[in-house]
């Protein structure tokens, strides 16, 4: 059981399309650098996508005005993936993206405005809600019906693809984009800072020392098609979603437990639907954000799951940096990327195993195995955990 | 069929534990508040000092519905909410653009659009699946959707709900942008078990859910959506409605439903942009109370381009 994936797009800090993003993975360059684009009153790195609103707006050929950062990213990287498909009356499409923050990038300018009485423009705010950033999106590819946003923190774009290849195998859908569209913004950055989980450092997965995560921007998307579809596209399969699960934590509404349970539970029932057995899993993309927190819970699921038989596994966080809702979308097309390509992804900036666990990612760029069977994980706030399993067959 | 077990509200009407409410409340006056139940009866005292008015109202209505399903675990909670934790979010936006330096956490934390379905999950140690859809008005609609494909995957019980929170800071909003005109804002929650089996608490049934963003042709959608359902127009008892536009009446005119069958809901639940799962929760108090009701249409034109649509029947039906 499972869905074909026959596009994908996607603009993070490593690159402005799948090619760029490929291109920065093989050469093993991240794209964390200073921030530069919002006064956040102090030096912090973090993972910017490398065009501003007037430029992504340019490219984009639709106005910076009316729009938010969260979908200018997210309608590039939907365009990439939506490619030269056309509309029929025939094929019931819809899409479902995720996002965070929604409009948060304009609306805390607006915000700033207003506290200080500058007559601010309250239009502003019409960008504001998370599915207002899915609605633009679906308008300008001509997308209507099946329109969702899911906002579930850090896994939120891991879920849309869940979501929408359940949809596809209840035949409510036969074509939808799913993914998910995050912008920095000083509210997230401080948010972060407040629970002192942001690095001013850059971030070190997996490692001993790491101590918190630095985050990104980005968006990706990927177009998931049933067979009716494909007949009509003629768009070729670059790899299926065959596995997926869900589970809450239920133990904080913020940090991991120090079981893994809500991991360990995503990770089991994502391979048991997958139908595959752990042992054919090639590579894990790990949520791994460099907190302490994650980093401890995910390596204790990893060992509940795999047992002393662990894959392959990185984090490519240190690459993007965590871009939150759009992470498991991001990672989900690097794993589509891993499958074709036959790549398994170095964690960069990685010296010592965590002394509990003692679990040692991939250090350097692996080229010579062959990758069927890809592991991506996402974790949230609230204790929200998914699991998702690419395969070059089904 | 997906069959409603419990259903709860809080909002600006007597819903909460009121069994048969949907037969004596009047429309909202412009001094109506929001009414809630002793929080402390759902709520640890600890957990509940730190909440907002969302997550309280979120939290005690699943809590009401577990105890009426008899339940004491879901397979799955699903959440919708249109605009999500708006007092947490208001509150770190205002710290993080007036405070130099460290801010406290907690209303970071708690400003996520899934901090509800969390905290459900949290306060009754659920590792189920747990979801957040926010679609504008579409919100309730799209986690119903959820929780009836969950249903069709096999599982027996799901927690599926909406919630929005009123803050002062949205009555400007609508005042500048000169929107919502005549309209009262309110906050409101409504939680409900849906099975896939009849059970001794089943008050009614949902037959089919569908939302359709940016909409092309309203009527033909709720043409095809009746004719898929096996019914015409003619055979809806009561249609609940919500959206200000005078067409809605031209629509309901064409389809031939005629004027007395179609209630506003939203003069009852007031404005947010999940109401209409208090008018799911109006259609199962009603179905059950009153016998001489069948088909119920909610009909959610809330924001004229998006509609959605869902169909109660009882449950003999």
């Known amino acids: 059981m499972g869905v074909r994936i026959t596009g994908i797009g996607i603009v993070s800090a490593i690159g402005l399309s799948v090619e760029e993003n490929l291109l920065a993975l093989k050469e093993s360059r991240s794209g964390i650098g200073p921030l530069t684009v919002l006064d956040v009153g102090r030096d912090l790195l973090a993972g910017q996508v490398k065009l501003c609103d007037e430029e992504l707006g340019r490219e984009l050929n639709i106005g910076p005005a009316g729009i938010s950062r969260t979908s200018l990213l997210g309608l590039k990287a939907a365009r990439e993936a939506w490619g030269s498909s056309m509309h029929s009356k025939s094929i019931r499409t819809g899409i479902i993206s995720s996002t965070s923050v929604g409009g948060m990038d304009r609306s805390e300018v607006f915000y700033k405005e207003y506290l200080s009485q500058k007559h601010p423009d309250y239009a502003v705010l019409k960008t504001h809600d998370s599915g207002s950033t899915t609605e633009r999106i679906a308008a300008e590819l001509g997308i209507s019906g099946y329109i969702d946003t899911l906002s579930t923190a850090c896994s939120s774009g891991a879920n849309a693809i869940m979501l929408g290849t359940r949809l596809l195998l209840q035949n409510k859908l036969d074509r939808v984009l799913v993914g998910g569209s995050d912008a920095l913004t000083k509210f997230t950055i401080d948010g972060f800072r407040s629970l002192m989980i942001y690095d001013d450092e850059w971030c070190r997965p997996f490692d001993e020392s790491r101590s918190g995560l630095n985050l990104g921007e980005g968006a990706a998307f990927l177009l998931l098609e049933n067979e009716k579809s494909v007949q009509l596209s003629g768009n070729a399969t670059l790899g299926y979603v065959s596995g997926w699960a869900n589970a809450a934590d239920a133990y904080h509404q913020t940090a991991s437990s120090p079981e893994g349970t809500g991991a360990t539970m995503a990770i089991r029932n994502a391979i048991a639907k997958s139908e595959i057995s752990p042992d054919r899993i090639s590579y894990v993309n790990a949520h791994g954000t460099g907190t302490k927190n994650n980093d401890l819970s995910e390596s204790v699921a990893l060992k509940n799951v795999f047992g002393d038989k662990i894959p392959a596994f990185s984090s490519t966080k240190a690459f993007t940096g965590h871009t939150l809702a759009a992470a498991g979308a991001i990672e989900a097309v690097f794993s589509v990327l891993s499958i074709q390509h036959n790549l398994i992804y170095p964690n960069l900036n990685y010296k010592n195993a965590i002394a509990e666990t003692g679990l040692e990612p991939v250090t350097s760029l692996q080229t010579e195995n062959s990758v069927h069977a890809v592991l991506s994980n996402s974790f949230g706030f609230g204790g929200n955990n998914s699991s998702l399993v690419f395969t070059d067959q089904i | 069929?997906?069959?409603?077990?419990?259903?709860?509200?809080?909002?600006?009407?007597?819903?909460?534990?009121?069994?048969?409410?949907?037969?004596?409340?009047?429309?909202?006056?412009?001094?109506?508040?929001?009414?809630?139940?002793?929080?402390?009866?759902?709520?640890?005292?600890?957990?509940?000092?730190?909440?907002?008015?969302?997550?309280?109202?979120?939290?005690?209505?699943?809590?009401?519905?577990?105890?009426?399903?008899?339940?004491?675990?879901?397979?799955?909670?699903?959440?919708?909410?249109?605009?999500?934790?708006?007092?947490?979010?208001?509150?770190?936006?205002?710290?993080?653009?007036?405070?130099?330096?460290?801010?406290?956490?907690?209303?970071?934390?708690?400003?996520?659009?899934?901090?509800m379905a969390g905290q459900i999950s949290l306060s009754i140690g659920n590792h189920g699946y747990n979801m957040t859809h926010t679609q504008n008005t579409l919100s309730f609609e799209n986690a119903l959707q959820d929780a009836m494909l969950l249903l069709m995957e096999g599982q027996q019980h799901v927690l599926v709900g909406a919630a929005d929170e009123y803050i002062e800071f949205l009555t400007q909003v609508s005042e500048n942008l000169a929107a919502f005109d005549g309209q009262y804002l309110t906050s409101g929650a409504s939680f409900f078990v849906i099975s896939n089996q009849k059970t001794d608490t089943s008050a009614a049934a949902i037959k089919d859910c569908r939302s359709v963003g940016l909409v092309d042709d309203t009527e033909a959608e709720i043409i095809s959506f009746l004719a898929e359902n096996e019914l015409n127009a003619a055979d809806i008892d009561l249609i609940l409605y919500a959206g200000y536009s005078k067409s809605n009446f031209e629509i309901f005119l064409k389809l031939g439903i005629d004027k007395s069958k179609c209630v506003d809901y939203l003069a009852y639940s007031g404005l947010y942009p999940s109401a209409s799962a208090f008018a799911l929760h109006i259609a199962a108090d009603r179905i059950q109370h009153d016998k001489s009701v069948g088909n119920i249409l909610i009909y959610n034109a809330l924001v004229p381009h998006h509609l959605g649509l869902t169909l109660v029947q009882p449950v003999e039906a």
Do not use: W
């Open chain 2, 1 to 115: 069929m997906f069959y409603i077990s419990a259903s709860s509200t809080i909002s600006h009407q007597p819903a909460f534990q009121n069994a048969g409410f949907s037969g004596v409340i009047e429309p909202l006056l412009a001094d109506s508040v929001l009414i809630t139940p002793d929080y402390k009866g759902y709520i640890d005292a600890g957990l509940l000092r730190r909440m907002s008015k969302i997550l309280r109202m979120s939290v005690a209505c699943s809590k009401d519905c577990l105890n009426q399903a008899g339940i004491d675990q879901p397979d799955a909670i699903v959440v919708g909410t249109g605009l999500g934790c708006l007092q947490d979010t208001e509150k770190f936006l205002t710290n993080s653009i007036t405070i130099e330096g460290l801010l406290p956490p907690t209303s970071f934390i708690q400003s996520t659009h899934n901090t």
